[in-house]
């Protein structure tokens, strides 16, 4: 999706989620969102955990970059960013059913950024108890098998994104 998404694709269902997720991104570009992101992540991303999924493929990769782009010195900042992601994939995947290929291919994204922290040894005793926590097994992060259940039943029913 090129286009900003309206107000009905971040608020699908009416929710107090989505009506905050709606006055935080609303009329904004992934740019915007990215540069907002340093200083707000943890409010905006409860906002992208909510969304609706047009909305969440949209905003995304704002998430992703900002994620790629934290400096390395930084452990604690990155095992805060690496929970937020494995909450917000563990809220989406509660209703994994309404996803679309492009939301469930930026949580796939998302998690394999958060792989890679789980390989390196100053993070793999933090982010293995978050892991566990928000539902994911070791020694790698795999999909909770509801979830890939209802991953499997999209995958087949849904065109592959290009």
Known sequence: MSRLPRKEDINVY???????????????????????????????????????????????????EFCRTRPSDDPEGTEDIVRWILCIISIRCNGLEDETPGSIAAMRRMLSW??????????????????????????RLSTPPRAAASLGRMRSAAPTPR
Do not use: H
């Open 14 to 64: 009416d929710t107090l989620d989505e009506r905050s997720a709606v006055r935080s991104f609303l009329g904004k570009t992934r740019e915007e969102i990215q540069q907002l992101l340093p200083g707000k992540y943890e409010s905006l991303q409860e906002d992208l955990a909510f969304m609706g999924p047009v909305a969440f493929a949209y905003y995304a990769p704002a998430w992703e």
């Open 114 to 139: 958060c792989e890679g922290f789980y390989n390196s040894p100053e993070g793999r005793t933090y982010f293995t108890e978050e892991a566990r926590f928000w539902g994911y097994s070791e020694p």
